[in-house]
């Protein structure tokens, strides 16, 4: 019988438990480090009202590539394509009531109508965080140096990654002093730069012209955009001098969304193998009046789980997942199923993650298919165990037994385990 | 001026630091009490393809209440109103790999257009657990257990909820030997059950009739019908036998969905200002085939996250919020703040969630504020705390005040916080 097709929707993933173990560890490890630094959690659904991201302070190709549909009741509903505007509407929501300033962070699916390729998912994870209610200065500080301690979080060293930053206010006052001044021509400008890894030298050097804000930029003789130059130099020798000593400073970096008014940053990996950008972010104190009301100065990043993982695969830093099952107790038959459920109580009020064994199949098969689970430790439990109160535990990576008195398994095992 | 609109699309919800630290704390209680037992989480994308909601297993009130639209490529797809049929799909799609039985939970959102109400939200999130390979027996004895582990896991006795369980199966028998033959009678029967605590007695007897499989359960004349009640009357001896003690059998118990085909059981609050279903789930042998392949036993049970929460705040049962920050460090002026970012280095390293103020505000400012953002303790740190070596640590439960060297800081306010 052909039943239904068992594939996901094309684009996105299926998380099998080992799958979502990996995944769900990293982001636990990612929620630990920035609750230290005083960072909340915040979620809301990804179902928006399509107006949100129609204005005009939201990037085209975001517009182009949601998911937008129609309700039953007849309103225009999108899957978030990402989370800063909901991050807005929510304090525009209640900006009279919370105390600022907000360090909030929200580990969540995004969706993007892309074609599916390699890194490129129509829905994936992102991990936003933002410090909300601060101008520059401190605030930039600590949110650039939290993305640099989240990679060191997990055994990264500042030689396998960069900072690159440049400033949105800068960008501005070079292309004034080049005399693009008119809306289109600064975008174009911005569009290029964006593409100039892809391009050749030649072409890009084609394509630029003459009038050309890096060179305004590299040369700093307008007023203006020296005084720019000076403040984002000064913001990246403090962060050197705080020990986030691979930050520096680089012009052609522009990230993709209009709402940025100030720093931008990229982190990337140093290994060229791994050309796509792992964080990026930047200040943008104009979004939250977008809902009306005073601007609310803000900073933040955001980073996707593809490109994160692949990085952390790449140099060997992935954590060992922690929800997998610690122990498996097999049983000689089914009859001793309440047995060994019974004494699974004692290892699970240990703290123990144990998986029991309750079908019909030899303790012989029952040890291969731990084997195949990865469940580290075996026991077999029943009548016979019950009666002379010891286990013998096979620790089936070593393919080592030892006999265990019954009262002593779970401090054992708690042992064994670290 | 009159900015976009800040509230969240209609029928769903935002969640705000404070909200998603209550909810992501139970969430993390229940992933805990789940992965001692050996369940694994797995997740997939909310969005799915429509057909496999279109097909005949399906609940007409879910398939009317679905989110479906068509993708810019012309595919239909539905954001998932239950996570079964998902489960189903990913077992089907690698039956032929994986190591039987799964123990799988996943905790999700799930999307159901209707019209909002109290309790009755488009979006909502949703516990799944599921035991896959194994027929009725220990598996379905171990799944109510967990139900109920969970629920004492938060400190809820037996006194609080009753487990209500039937059978498919006698349901069946019992529909058969009223000479109820027909599916839509069938069909028409259990939906009438369904309906029955809300209405009156008089309303019921006029609706069932002189063919009442109910009255046939009862009698237990019929031999099928005395099989299927013996067996569910075992399974409910058992588990009372094991300590499950406020389980009882109740023959108007239908659940919703058409998969089901076995036990099936329900767990309510014995509060009676809290009538809806806590919990409920069953046994469903056939869904995993609708995939193509032999038919793959299952049992499982699905809790959703109003009602949960309901639960928890009417018996005080709420756990403490795990995610919120811990201390507040004030600083006497903004140039004390890198002083104050470098000292909260080695509460974070302590594992303590620390709040490091960066704002101009003085430090009365910031004790109200510490007060309102609900942390606990503060104190200021600044050049003279670097000079003196010593902070004053404020209580602010107690308006207490004392003062620490430096270096023991982080061990004291471990010792505090417990």
């Known amino acids: 019988m052909k039943g239904l097709d068992t594939e996901p929707y094309k684009g996105v993933r299926d998380f099998y438990p080992e799958d979502w173990g990996r995944l769900s560890t990293v982001f636990n490890r990612i929620r630990e480090v920035l609750s230290k630094y005083g960072y909340e959690e915040y979620q809301a659904s990804p179902l928006e009202r399509a107006e949100m991201y129609e204005s005009k302070g939201n990037e085209e190709i975001i517009r182009e590539q949601t998911y937008t549909f129609e309700d039953r009741g007849g309103r225009r509903v999108t899957l978030r394509p990402e989370m800063t505007p909901t991050l807005a509407r929510m304090v525009a929501h209640k900006r009279r009531e919370m105390p600022f300033p907000l360090r909030w962070f929200s580990i969540g699916n995004r969706f993007r109508y892309e ?241 029991v064994y309750l079908g019909e199949r030899e303790l012989g098969a029952q040890v291969k298919d731990a084997v195949k689970r990865g469940i580290p430790y075996f026991f077999a439990y029943g009548s016979q165990e019950e009666k002379s109160s010891m286990v013998r535990i096979k620790h089936l990576a070593k393919s080592e037994e030892e006999s265990i008195e019954e009262n002593q398994v779970a401090k054992h095992l708690k042992g064994l385990l670290g």
């Open 115 to 355: 074609r599916p390729q390699r890194g490129r998912l129509r829905e994936f994870f992102q991990t936003d965080v933002d410090f909300v209610g601060l101008p520059a200065g401190e605030a930039d500080l600590e949110v650039v140096t939290l993305a640099s301690e989240i990679l060191k979080s997990f055994g990264a060293t500042s030689e396998d990654f960069v900072i690159r930053m440049n400033s949105r206010a800068l960008l501005g006052a070079a292309c004034k002093a080049a005399g693009l001044t008119d809306a289109e021509g600064v975008k174009a400008y911005w569009l290029l730069l964006d593409k100039k890894s892809k391009m050749s030298a030649e072409e890009f050097e084609a394509a630029r012209g003459d009038r050309d804000p890096l060179r305004v930029i590299e040369e700093a003789s307008d007023p203006e955009v020296r005084a720019e130059k000076e403040k984002i130099e000064a913001l990246i020798a403090t962060l050197q001098a705080r020990g986030v000593d691979n930050v520096r400073f680089d012009p052609e970096i522009v990230r993709g969304f209009d709402y940025y008014t100030g720093m931008v940053f990229e982190i990337n990996d140093t290994n060229p193998e791994n050309p796509r950008a792992l964080f990026g972010g930047g200040r943008y104190d104009a979004l939250v009046s977008m809902f009306g009301g005073d601007p609310i100065p803000a900073v933040g990043f955001a980073f996707g789980d593809v490109t994160f993982m692949d990085f952390l695969e790449t140099h060997n830093l992935l954590p060992k997942s922690e929800t997998a099952p610690q122990v498996y107790i097999g049983i000689p038959t089914i009859e001793d199923a309440p047995l060994a459920q019974e004494f699974g109580e004692t290892l699970r009020d240990a703290g123990i993650r144990t998986f």
